[in-house]
Every structure is written in structure tokens, then in C-alpha cells.
């Protein structure tokens, strides 16, 4: 049962343009919400997080919005640059869960220039 | 700050034959997990210590796959006999407070 989906495998986008991932989840336990990059050969990267006390989190060029009511997440990479060309998986905890991360499928973000 | 270690990175071993991961976590993380990713998926939890008690390994093969973190630091995982289902690259990830984990670059299992 996959608690937390990541519906596009892939994702092209223009160089300097808006990068937008989408993530949902099942879970209402879940509370903490965070962002992940991974480069090939290399393991999983933190990005940015968000509380489900908030609806937005921005950091630099990186904002992720959380509609707890939709159970969906979304991250924004504006603009986009060739060196955001990565795998975003989306994770999603139950603070009193014992920390435990449960992950998406992962979205392949290409950016052309 | 050093981050975390894995080896090897990568292994090829024939089914049957048993096989040990190592990972050494970033200094004074008390929590470690170890993940399997099977190539197109994301990270599925396979076990969780906490020092070196083992807090969950309710998705550990347990037939096949064991772990053991000695004094609270350093982690093996060993998988005897592998299958072929086994071929996926092993993450070690350690937290020292909050939820944000850090991972290890992995290694990357073929079983043939």
C-alpha cells in the first residue's frame, strides 16, 4: 500500500522556467513532510521540509506548499537551472512515529537549456 | 563534518551467496537506518537502531537479512542466501535530532 505517491516518473522543463512536483499522500497521521534530491551514484540529499503546522515553506529557489486538506504537496524550483537535472523524491513522517520516513517513487526532473 | 560511509559501493554476487554491507554514520548520530531501493522506487525502510538497539525491523526479511550496530556506531547489514530480488542499491542513513536524515552514497548489489 503506497502511502506516499509521486504520479509523474518524469519531468522536462525549460532552462529559467518553473519546475512544479507533485506528491500525495494517505496517511493522515503524517506531519512532517520534507524533499529529497538524488544525483546518480550518489545517495539522497535533503532539500526543504515543511510542518504540517505551515502551508509554505521557502528556501532560495525552493518553495514546497503542503494542502493538508487535499493530502498533496507540491515543490516549486523557480527558476530552474541545468544543475536542478535530478531525481525529487517526496517523504513523508509521523513525528511520533518514531522518525520513520516513508517515501515516494521519485520524479525525474531533466532541465534543458 | 564528515559525512556517511558506505562500502563497498558496489557488489556482484551469484544467488546463494551472502553478502555485508558496512556503514559508519556522521559522529554522534544516535539514530541509523538502513534502506533498500530497488531501481524506479523510492527508499523502503528496512531497519531502524537507535544507539544499538534495534527500535523497528518490522520490514526486515528477517529469514535472510540481519543487522547489527556494535556500540552504537559503525552498522553491518548481511543478507544470506541473496536471490536475485535482492539486487537493489542499500542506503545508510543517519539523524542526530529532528527528522532529517542523511544518507550515504549506498551500495549498489546485482545478485546474478
Known amino acids: 500500500d503506497q502511502q506516499v505517491k509521486q504520479n509523474s516518473p518524469s519531468l522536462s522543463v525549460q532552462e529559467g522556467r518553473i519546475s512544479i512536483l507533485n506528491c500525495d499522500y494517505t496517511n493522515s497521521m503524517f506531519d512532517y513532510f520534507l524533499w529529497y534530491k538524488k544525483y546518480p551514484a550518489e545517495g539522497p540529499t535533503f532539500l526543504i521540509s515543511i510542518s504540517s503546522i505551515k502551508d509554505k515553506n521557502e528556501d532560495g529557489r525552493f518553495t514546497v506548499f503542503l494542502n493538508k486538506s487535499a493530502k498533496h504537496l507540491s515543490l516549486h524550483i523557480v527558476p530552474s537551472q541545468p544543475g536542478d537535472s535530478a531525481v525529487y523524491f517526496c517523504a513523508a513522517s509521523a513525528i511520533q512515529g518514531a522518525q520513520k520516513l516513508v517515501f515516494g517513487q521519485g520524479t525525474r526532473l531533466t532541465i534543458n537549456p | 563534518e564528515a559525512g556517511v560511509a558506505q562500502s563497498p559501493r558496489y557488489k556482484i554476487i551469484e544467488k546463494r551467496q551472502s553478502v555485508a554491507f558496512w556503514c559508519n554514520p556522521i559522529s554522534g548520530h544516535a539514530t541509523l537506518y538502513w534502506y533498500q531501493q530497488i531501481l524506479g522506487q523510492g527508499p523502503k525502510l528496512l531497519i531502524q537502531?537507535?544507539?544499538?538497539?534495534?527500535?523497528?525491523d518490522s520490514q526486515l526479511p528477517k529469514d535472510r537479512f540481519s543487522a547489527e550496530r556494535l556500540k552504537g556506531v559503525d552498522s553491518t547489514l548481511k543478507i544470506q542466501p541473496a536471490k536475485l530480488e535482492d539486487s537493489a542499491v542499500y542506503l545508510c542513513?543517519?539523524?542526530?535530532?529532528?527528522?532529517?536524515?542523511?544518507f550515504g552514497p549506498g551500495t549498489r548489489l546485482t545478485v546474478t
Open positions: 542513513a543517519c539523524r542526530l535530532a529532528g527528522t532529517v536524515q542523511y
Open positions: 537502531f537507535q544507539n544499538n538497539g534495534v527500535v523497528d
